[in-house]
């Protein structure tokens, strides 16, 4: 176990106009759980192969411990990564997948039995020891992947999309497996994935990327609350959180030109917004109270279309081009067609610049709600009562 | 990978590269050597090795001799038999991909079985048989024999090339009104264009090369493979010449060759391996 | 894959999973028949229009290459007369031909001869392309270079590169008379001596059928899956170890279906061997084919030869269906299966 | 406009089910739901439908006519496959072109032109028309399978999972404009997925399906709220409902004292819960409680407890997965905002309102508070 540090890294496909990862700065401590988000194509998983040692470093620094790794094999930098694809070896038993890097570096027979079957038992693949790997449920794979890894006591261990393959009962279920084996064993762990839910539930922090840039590094609450610029707004949360251009036409309001949409906003929120005329405006679903009855800054709409989810409604309110979608304690009062108004909380307002789609922020706007389960305050949702 | 820098990989990879050379030497100095005796003059073909006095000379004389007729013989046939292959094949192929049916695999497997009998074994009672029904010597005669070259190739290359087409795609023009040799038509022929290009060549290829058949069923309808070596045996031989022609039989393979790499794979192994 | 096939991809899975059920065990009954039950009628009619459609595409390629399989039953039934191309009275002997096929001397020599051409040819063939296949999959100059232009002598008809063998070393011509007269084999005399008549073909045989093996293997190579030898790496193994535990068992496959297409034709080649030898010096390289073919034309015993080569058919099969059994089971264990 | 019914549809390929006995009926201009998991024989449904694939038994009617034996084309049927099944040497004009132009449906050049230019600018693809298909995002091609489909003006739509290769942030929004537009068109749909907020959202009514087998045919509400089997249950929701054996140890008429998860707890009963319990041939039952039911820690009256397993934030939510006194896991959804220590104790509890009775032999539905669905 060791941390691990990122310096300036940067990688270059000869073929590509723009490196695949840009500059990229982290650092990992000792122990931690960090997850790398983003797109397909955003460089995670570039730099998730470079630190393994299967892609070559074009500048800048991978440090494991305090040793530079960048020129070293791959077997030697005391990594272990379970792949996206579980690339288990088909020829050989789950035993024997487990055993070859043990057995590589020439450990002694009964020591290999011995760590195989500790780790067999930890992940619960005691019973696949004997099986080939085509025999194998998607999810047992997974785990004979995530034990391949593991078995030789990496000082990083690296997971690559180790849930997207699996259906959803699996996945959550894995998820959860993973959480808890990480606080017993504290590798440090480096999780490539392109699931914001798997990335927030799993990781002490998150390092959202987006063409090969690093956009936002912090803790999953920091992010999804925070984010530091349109994309990360964008892509964190499900549903994802209505982003649209508003103008300013005069201090005070947001407006969605040609439309009934006009936002009174604070002074406070005016501040932010400064002298601009235009700004993207962001607010996540659970962030807008929907009633029939006028309140003062309440938006008035027409609903357009209405999802009944179960433990939730969701509430769709047409702007012209735009559609904002509310999410609300189940509820059989709306359909299409009705008239009601939108009510914006405005802690959970997020104001982007329109053109660089960087976060309006004077540092200390708005203050994180942090509680703990002694007790709770700002619930932005009623709990749900039958 | 990255890691190869070690002093005992720079020699793995020297090796590597001499040994690729001394095969490449083998596989290709014949051609060069037939190359350059082709335009060697006769009077210095026994004195001379590679320095010598460059001439068209041997081109000349075989294209304007008989063995143009020859060529022409193999091309005609060649070609027919081909597109014979082609508009029987294609339906063939279709049909073993998509349609469930009783006997299926047995007829896939029947035609294929036509490309590994023993090519004499057909011969000899077909030799009779042309004989009788004026077949022996006759453009018809071959194209019809080809058949046992290019259709099993042409029916299991396409087979493959069919399945990689998705189903849905099928049903999706069938859904939007066209009755399925519509859909065959309109859809799926300009799908598999490729591979049919690619099949057709390369069973051109294969009926080019074809000796057997020529050599046992045919005697002036003849094609420029059997004759090529005719030449060689025959009492005055003029070398030069010889592998003029051979040159000249050989040339359009290598370029149809060159022009269907893609697809070599998946013709010579039947579909078994997809290159 | 042929003869059993691969999984079907996996966006249109649910609708090809049936299919390829089906197909990997082709004796099942069409599942396009109604079970009885309450089908209407019109849906009957409607299956069965559809049951017949196959055929009807089918039927123009059956016909043609049936039309071929006629003569072939006429051989067999030739084979039991003494027909012959140069008398015109035919008669019924019964086994007479096989019986005295399997009494003579000839046809014993042809066999071994056959079985030692196909043996020696596949297994230089084999080892020669396999090697040649590992050192071409990588990615420098030569190795791009020699994919590209190693296929030449395998598209060019075999009888036109036995030719150019036959030029090369020609005693007067020949470019390697030299060479082997300072390497002290000046008087070697290639196919025109029955000790190196042999020894000539196989030369001629892996020139031409050596890229072959070299292109399915490599195609082979390429086709394997790259994250377990990623995954090798990051564990460590060596050279030697990824080959013998990696590589070769999911490589299986591809080998054993190569040496089946490499045996089946090695064991009829008759083109080669014609253009070469004629099956001498004296009989040296006699093979099946070309002691049928002698029997049948220059000497008229048609009949005679036709139970040598349905010997030679059956051999071919016999080898075929034991390599297939062999290969099924190779794609199982490569796939990890059994 | 046509309704549709099937009776009976049996289909296996060789020894597996595909879909077995599927009777179904769906309304004019309903528009219904199939939902299950991978392999569940829904798409078989739709083939079957589509007359792509042939039924070993049954029979399906359209509006007035059956249509067993009428080929695909005929049967008036649009289709959206989950693999979009565009033509790829087409360009997007040409392939939402392709329908009109086949001797079905054909029309005038003129017609064809204005209708693709119709629905390819309601689905915001005019602008994409002269594209080869290739050079599409995966947004846009199924926007132009849509297309393909909607230019028909078919009896019925058949949708299979056409948003499942979209990100999830695409799917969201699609999901909505598909929802917006299907008022607009009012054309009979069956639409297959295996996303159950899809299958809640967009259905009128669902039909849960799995192994080849009609589990439950409902409005979402019914599905969700009152799932016919232990099963259905199961297949909505994620987090997946809890599900646990409870042993009756003693009732009153309007409360009721259970041992489960290894604990003694009563809750309140209503007399129709009452008399559903009085019907169990034993003192078990099986209980189903959804995560977002779960209430953790507040105001010390919870009557279970337990020890943190794991923690996962996602945002506005955060599961907790719990490990009871008896060791079995049960998860809860909590907000947010509060976090939790693993292997810290804590103490929880379930609503009676938001428990659902199973029996527990045969797995079906038994009861539930009728204070559900949401009536706030």
Request: glycine residues 6%; contains cysteine; neutral net charge.
């Amino acid at each position: 176990m060791a941390e691990l540090i990122l310096k300036t890294l940067t990688k270059v496909y000869t073929q590509a106009q723009s490196p695949a990862v840009d500059q990229l700065n982290l650092g990992v401590r000792d122990g931690e759980f960090i997850a790398l988000l983003g797109p397909s194509g955003c460089g995670k998983s570039t730099t998730l192969r470079m630190v393994a040692g299967l892609e070559s470093v074009t500048s800048g620094e991978i440090r494991i411990g305090s040793k530079l790794v960048n020129d070293l094999h791959p077997k030697d930098r005391g990594v272990g990564l379970a792949f996206e694809n579980y690339a288990l070896y088909p020829p050989l038993k789950v035993r024997d997948n487990l055993a070859f890097n043990l057995r590589a570096h020439g450990l002694a027979t009964k020591e290999i039995n011995r760590r195989v079957d500790e780790i067999a038992r930890t992940l619960q693949i005691q019973e696949l020891l004997d099986l080939k790997p085509a025999a194998l449920s998607s999810g047992q794979k997974q785990r004979v992947n995530m034990a391949r890894a593991m078995v030789r006591r990496p000082a990083v261990l690296l997971l690559d999309e180790p849930l997207s393959h699996l259906d959803a009962r699996l996945r959550v279920e894995l998820r959860t497996e993973i959480k808890r084996l990480h606080a017993e064993q504290r590798f440090t762990t480096v999780i490539v994935t392109h699931d914001q839910l798997e990335a927030m539930a799993l990781a002490d922090r998150i390092a959202v990327m987006n063409e090969g840039k690093l956009q936002q590094f912090d803790t999953p609450l920091e992010v999804f609350n925070h984010p530091a610029n349109e994309f990360v707004a964008g892509f964190l949360g499900e549903p994802p959180m209505n982003i649209f251009r508003t103008v300013v036409p005069d201090s005070g309001r947001l407006v969605i030109p040609d439309t009934d949409f006009v936002l009174l906003i604070t002074p406070a929120v005016q501040k932010l917004v400064g002298s601009r005329k235009e700004l993207k405006l962001g607010i996540r679903p659970w962030g807008i109270r929907v009633s029939q009855t006028q309140t003062d800054g309440a938006v008035p709409g027409v609903v357009a279309v209405v999802e009944d989810l179960g433990d939730e409604t969701r509430v769709g309110v047409r702007y012209g081009e735009v559609l904002i979608m509310s999410s609300i304690p189940v509820t059989r009062r709306y359909r299409p067609g009705l008239s009601v108004f939108l009510h914006f909380n405005e802690e959970d307002l997020n104001l982007f610049d329109p053109t660089t789609g960087e976060r309006l922020s004077d540092g200390s706007y708005p203050p994180t709600p942090v509680t703990n389960e002694a007790g709770h305050k700002n619930e932005v949702q009623a709990p749900v009562t039958r | 990978m990255t890691h190869s820098r070690s002093p005992l990989a720079k020699i793995g990879k020297g090796l590597q590269i001499l040994l690729l050379l001394a095969y490449a030497v083998f596989a290709l100095f014949p051609l060069l050597w037939m190359f350059i005796m082709s335009i060697k003059p006769d009077s210095q073909m026994l004195t001379t090795t590679f320095i010598f006095t460059p001439t068209l000379e041997n081109y000349a004389t075989v294209l304007h001799s008989d063995y143009m007729q020859f060529f022409f013989n193999n091309l005609i046939v060649s070609v027919a038999a081909v597109l014979v292959s082609l508009v029987v094949g294609v339906p063939a192929a279709y049909a073993l991909a998509r349609f469930q049916f009783k006997g299926k695999e047995d007829i896939a497997f029947t035609i294929l079985s036509f490309r590994f009998a023993p090519e004499i074994l057909v011969i000899l009672p077909l030799y009779l048989i042309y004989q009788r029904l004026g077949l022996y010597d006759t453009y018809f005669g071959l194209i019809w024999v080809y058949q046992l070259i290019t259709l099993p190739l042409l029916i299991w290359i396409l087979r493959g090339f069919f399945e990689d087409i998705s189903p849905d795609i099928e049903a999706a023009a069938q859904l939007d009104g066209y009755a399925w040799w519509q859909v065959f038509l309109r859809v799926l022929l300009p799908l598999v264009k490729p591979g049919l290009v690619a099949a057709g060549l390369l069973c051109f290829i294969f009926a080019w090369n074809s000796f057997t058949f020529p050599l046992l069923l045919s005697n002036n309808v003849q094609t420029s493979t059997v004759i090529a070596l005719r030449y060689l045996a025959s009492d005055t031989v003029h070398y030069g010449q010889v592998a003029a022609a051979a040159a000249i039989s050989a040339l359009p393979e290598v370029i149809l060759a060159l022009l269907i790499q893609k697809h070599l794979v998946r013709g010579l192994s039947f579909g078994a391996v997809k290159g | 894959m042929f003869w059993g096939r691969e999984p079907a991809l996996s966006i249109t899975e649910v609708w090809n999973a049936p299919m390829s059920t089906t197909l990997s065990s082709p004796r099942t009954p069409p599942s396009e028949l109604p079970r009885g039950g309450s089908a209407s009628k019109d849906s009957i009619a409607h299956a069965r229009r559809r049951r017949f459609r196959p055929y009807l595409v089918l039927a123009p390629a059956l016909i043609l290459t049936i039309g071929i399989f006629i003569p072939f039953i006429a051989a067999i039934c030739l084979s039991f007369t003494d027909y012959s191309l140069n008398s015109s009275d035919v008669s019924f002997i019964g086994f007479d031909n096989y019986l005295s096929m399997l009494q003579s001397s000839d046809f014993w020599h042809s066999l071994w001869i056959t079985i030692e051409y196909a043996f020696l040819c596949t297994a230089v063939e084999m080892l020669l392309g396999v090697g040649v296949a590992l050192l071409l999959n990588d990615e420098n100059i030569v190795a791009r270079f020699l994919r590209i232009v190693l296929i030449f002598p395998l598209m060019i008809a075999p009888v036109i590169g036995t030719l150019i063998w036959k030029l090369i070393t020609n005693p007067s011509v020949g470019i390697l008379v030299g060479p082997m007269r300072m390497i002290g084999l000046g008087d070697f005399k290639w196919a025109a001596s029955p000790d190196s008549a042999m020894f000539s073909l196989v030369v001629v045989d892996a020139w031409v059928y050596t890229p072959f093996v070299i292109i399915l293997v490599l195609a082979g190579l390429r086709s394997l899956p790259k994250s377990p030898y990623e995954a090798a790496l990051i564990d460590g193994g060596s050279p030697w170890f990824v080959f013998k535990n990696l590589t070769l068992p999911m490589l299986a496959p591809v080998l054993l279906i190569t040496l089946v297409f490499r045996l089946m034709l090695s064991l009829q080649e008759f083109s080669i061997i014609f253009a070469l030898t004629e099956g001498g010096p004296g009989d040296a390289t006699m093979s099946l084919s070309l002691q049928a073919y002698n029997r049948a034309f220059p000497f008229y015993g048609l009949a005679e030869a036709i139970p040598m080569m349905l010997f030679l058919w059956a051999l071919v099969y016999f080898v075929s269906f034991i390599l297939i059994g062999f290969w099924r089971r190779a794609q199982q264990r490569a796939a990890g299966v059994a | 406009m046509a309704s549709i019914q099937l009776s009976g549809l049996t289909k296996f390929y060789g020894k597996r089910r595909g879909v077995e006995d599927v009777s179904l009926e769906v309304g004019d201009q309903e528009f219904l739901t199939v939902f299950g998991p991978a392999g569940a024989g829904k798409t078989t449904t739709l083939n079957l439908i589509a007359g792509i694939v042939t039924p070993d038994r049954g029979s399906i009617r359209i509006g007035d006519k059956t249509v067993d034996a009428l080929e695909p084309a005929d049967r008036n049927v649009a289709m959206v496959f989950e693999s979009y099944a565009l033509y790829p040497q087409f360009t997007v004009y040409q392939n939402m072109a392709f329908p009109l132009r086949s001797p079905k449906h054909r029309l005038p050049a003129g017609e064809v032109e204005q209708r693709v230019r119709h629905f390819a600018t309601m689905l915001r693809i005019d602008h994409l028309l002269d594209r080869q298909i290739q050079a599409l995002s995966n947004g846009q091609r199924q926007r132009t399978a849509l297309g393909r489909a909607l230019v028909r003006r078919p009896d019925v739509f058949l949708m299979d999972e056409p948003l499942s290769h979209l990100d999830a942030k695409l799917r969201h929004s699609m999901r909505a404009e598909l929802k917006e537009m299907r008022g607009q068109l009012g054309t009979t749909t069956i639409y297959v997925t295996h996303d159950y907020l899809e299958a809640m959202s967009l259905g009128d009514r669902v039909a849960v399906i799995n192994q080849g087998r009609i589990l439950q045919v409902g409005t979402p509400e019914e599905v969700y709220f009152r799932p016919a089997t232990v099963e259905v249950a199961q297949l909505f929701g994620d987090p997946e409902i809890n599900l646990i054996e409870a042993k009756i140890r003693s009732r009153q008429s309007t409360s009721v004292r259970v041992q489960a998860l290894g604990e003694d707890w009563s809750f309140p009963i209503t007399p129709e819960i009452g008399s559903a319990l009085d019907k169990l041939p034993g003192d078990n039952v099986q209980l189903g409680f959804r995560p977002a039911d779960v209430t953790v820690g507040v105001n010390g009256n919870a009557s279970l407890h337990g020890v943190v397993y794991s923690f996962e934030p996602l945002g506005t939510k955060s599961v907790l997965t719990i490990d009871s006194v008896a060791g079995q896991r049960v998860r809860a959804l909590v907000d947010g905002h509060r976090t939790f220590q693993v292997d810290r104790r804590i103490e929880f509890s379930v609503p009676s309102a938001s428990l659902i009775f199973f029996n527990p032999e045969s797995t079906r539905y038994l009861v539930r508070s009728t204070r559900t669905e949401g009536d706030h």
